[in-house]
């Protein structure tokens, strides 16, 4: 403060600047914390979707704007395609195409990858300035100051955006919660251009992210608990007006959305709030006008009516087709077991099942306690900001706990809330020493007399009291104010290192480079999965087909460059389970899915030789239920399961099992491993049947280090017209002859020697 002095600044200028700099080093340290990945692995895309996020941004950046929206992609979903342009959101390549040409702009020659990299660290500095905002709305700068703190390092964010995890999410959380603070701002000044902004800012979400849905229905939810609560004015109406208006027309420009806000009924409760702001300002406007009897006549007439009008329109148009029923993602947040029994392409997803409560606390910590007395708060005061706190932690909480995924939306309000509560606490315990003796202090008054005779809550005058030592002494040892504000310091200091720790160990390992630690505590990289797209890419033809499940599909076109028939856009259920029933068919019903498809290579994921539970057996019994989906009558999941219910990989597979297509390749000369000892899959936990397993339909072309990536090569149909296991039985049986016949004349040459030598 003393530099800032120098400057002549006056205390609240000192202030904002020591806010600024405060603020820029949550920022920085939001950044830096998120590079564990890049320090410990290298600077590389991670997962899945982010590598056709990538491969996209790679089209858009070479072949510019127009051709990237045009996109047909015949790489993917073979032999269908894709429309590129029609089916993505597009903020996150546009942001970073954007932001690329910039820095080439500024001669900074920068690879589009290193943009892509580390656009989430680069945006969650963004998304701590929102936190900041969205806080200080809700109380003041040091609020906000502990909710960026908060945000800035929560692994429940963390989690989507460590350096490399170019999905949608690594721009649409700072969306999130900037297009919150953008609404409470436009909802305090009843201001039609913040309303505008939140309107602009909106589109910006929906160019980004499919959770645009929270955000359309969570700001319709406000206003309506507004209304009953009987705080409607023509602050919300303007503030709500502008930004649906803007909003929905500019959101409607994406071709993936199109006319959805007014076709589908996730978008009918915004709807039908914009229509209710208007009749509630016009009910508004002719209360000025009629006498009160009157009004009150009109006005039940006008509510009923426009109560039967609306449920009679919203019931035609959705029987008529014109507007869409809810979708079956939206039934799977209400009902946890609705996928599984109706989708289970959704169910299949990890990141879609139902929450572990141990979950909260390892993605929030000490925040999961404080956020409800946060929310309590909210309730002393019930401002309408703090009406919508209440209602997005709500709504959050719940649906956090029915998807893993959604923990990523509970986060900014738990940091926010926590934010309230702590700096509420901070407020009340580090106010004005001497003015808090002099409020609550017995002693400020009676002298002495407070050490005989203590007040029932001083704790110093008791202690003062039971120990006979004076009142002074035992108030320069025992200051309940510095103890709760060490507490809770030390407690912020514990949150910290946790977080550290589990951003370091659990969030930033991508998924295409695994680690192992040796007995001496060194790193082991297992690279299997770049080492097998690189085979395909070097030794496979720029046209050939890979078939694998769609877990692998956007890797395989990223890394590889190679067309698959599934990818993670999982559009085509259908065409799923088609991959799902090759895999799951004997190898003769397989070849014939296979060849109908064009496909040349086959590529599986196997973990039992290393211990990596994430292969294709664990998956298996997904693609067998996406196959019976379709194909009730061929495809049957029980069949796959012992008598006694079990699903087995060992000798007591069931025979459907053992026959399998993935059962096949997975365990193809697994047994040879083990130098004729009993074969153990270290996933599973069980011993191998000890016949060999025999392929006769494609055959082994290639298999990574660690035994991981296996990739097989398709048969061609037999020249002859013969079945490839006729044709395989015929060539091992003529091999059989040529190899006795060999043995048996080297058997003659030999004894014709002898007879020779004997001769002589």
């Known amino acids: 403060m003393a530099g800032l002095r120098l400057l002549n600044l006056t205390r609240e ?17 939001a950044f830096l914390s998120r590079l564990f990945s890049v320090i410990r692995f290298e600077s590389i895309i991670h997962e899945f979707d982010p590598w056709f996020n990538y491969r996209a941004t790679q089209k858009l950046t070479e072949s510019g704007f127009y051709d990237f929206w045009n996109w047909f992609d015949s790489s993917s979903w073979y032999p269908l395609g894709r429309v590129v342009g029609g089916t993505v959101y597009p903020g996150i390549m546009v942001t970073a195409g954007i932001i690329h040409r910039i820095l080439n702009a500024l001669h900074f020659p920068v690879h589009i990858r ?20 969205l806080a200080g709305e809700m109380k003041d700068s040091s609020a906000g100051l502990l909710a960026a703190a908060f945000i800035g390092i929560a692994p429940g964010y ?9 999905d949608n999410e690594a721009i649409a959380i700072f969306l999130l919660v900037f297009v919150f603070y953008l609404w409470i701002r436009a909802l305090k000044l009843g201001s039609a251009f913040w309303g505008s902004l939140c309107g ?28 009953a609560m009987g705080r409607f004015s023509s602050r919300c109406y303007v503030a709500y007006s502008s930004w649906y208006a803007l909003g929905t027309l500019a959101s409607m420009q994406i071709p993936f959305v199109g006319f959805q806000p007014v076709r589908t009924s996730e978008h009918m409760a915004a709807l039908g709030i914009f229509g209710l702001c208007q009749i509630m300002a016009f009910t508004q406007f002719l209360r000025s006008l009629l006498p009160a009897r009157t009004f009150q006549v009109l006005l039940q007439a006008a509510a009923l009516l426009a109560f039967g009008g609306g449920l009679a329109a919203l019931i035609l148009l959705t029987t008529s087709g014109f507007i869409a029923p809810w979708t079956g993602r939206f039934y799977s947040l209400w009902d946890t077991g609705y996928a599984k029994k109706y989708i289970p392409i959704i169910a299949s997803v990890s990141e879609h099942q139902p929450t572990a409560w141990p979950s909260f606390m390892f993605d929030l910590g000490f925040l999961i306690p404080i956020f409800p007395a946060g929310i309590f708060m909210c309730f002393q005061e019930l401002r309408d900001e703090h009406v919508f706190v209440i209602l997005y932690a709500v709504t959050a909480s719940y649906f956090a706990g029915v998807m893993v995924r959604l923990m990523l939306t509970l986060t900014p309000i738990v940091c926010v809330a926590s ?24 002693s400020s008054t009676n002298g002495d007399n407070a050490a005989t005779q203590p007040a029932e809550d001083d704790p110093v005058g008791l202690i ?39 951003t370091s160990n659990a969030y930033s390992s991508p998924s295409v480079v695994l680690a192992s630690r040796g007995p001496d505590g060194s790193q082991h990289l297992i690279d299997d999965f770049r080492e097998a797209y690189y085979w395909l890419w070097q030794n496979t033809p720029e046209d050939a087909k890979v078939m694998s499940w769609w877990d692998y599909g956007y890797q395989i076109a990223g890394m590889a460059n190679r067309t698959t028939l599934v990818d993670n856009n999982t559009w085509n259920n259908t065409h799923i389970a088609t991959v799902g029933k090759a895999m799951s068919s004997p190898e003769d019903k397989s070849y014939d899915i296979m060849v ?46 012992t008598e006694r219910g079990e699903y087995r990989v060992d000798d007591e597979a069931t025979p459907t099992m053992k026959n399998s297509l993935m059962y096949k390749m997975s365990y193809y000369r697994f047994q040879d491993l083990y ?49 490839l296991e006729s044709a395989q039985t015929f060539d091992e049986g003529k091999r059989r002859r040529k190899t006795a016949q060999n043995k048996s004349g080297k058997r003659s040459r030999k004894s014709r020697a002898g007879s020779k030598k004997q001769s002589e």
């Open 419 to 442: 934010a309230l509560a702590v700096s509420k606490l901070l407020d009340v315990y580090l106010k004005d020493s001497n003015a808090n003796e002099a409020e609550g202090d017995p």
């Open 675 to 723: 130098g004729g000892q009993q074969a153990i899959d270290r996933v599973r936990g069980t011993p191998i049947q000890s016949s060999k397993v025999k392929l006769t339909v494609v055959e082994e072309a290639f298999t990574s280090e660690n035994f991981i990536v296996r990739i097989y090569k398709v048969k061609k149909p037999d020249e002859l017209g013969r079945s």
């Open 158 to 166: 963390i989690s989507r955006s460590v350096a490399g995890s170019y």
């Open 596 to 641: 109908k498809h064009d496909v040349d290579y086959v590529l599986i994921i196997f973990g039992g030789l290393i211990g990596y539970s994430g292969d294709d057996i664990n998956k298996f019994l997904w693609m067998i239920r996406i196959a019976e989906g379709i194909w009730p009558n061929e495809v049957i999941e029980r069949n796959f399961f």
């Open 114 to 133: 290193e943009v892509c990299v580390f656009l989430a660290p680069a945006f969650s500095a963004l998304t701590a300035v929102a936190a900041y905002l």
């Open 13 to 29: 200028s000192q202030l904002s600047w020591l806010r600024v700099v405060i603020l820029s080093g949550i920022g920085i340290l």
């Open 464 to 502: 003062s009291k039971m120990l006979g030592i004076p009142r002074h002494y035992v108030r320069s040892v025992v200051n309940t104010r510095w103890l709760v504000v060490g507490s809770i310091a030390w407690i912020m200091v514990m949150f910290a290192w946790h977080c550290t720790w589990v």
């Open 200 to 227: 602009l800012f909106y589109f910006y979400m929906v160019s980004a992210w499919g959770g645009y849905a929270f955000i359309t229905n969570l700001i319709p939810l406000h206003v309506l608990a507004l209304m």
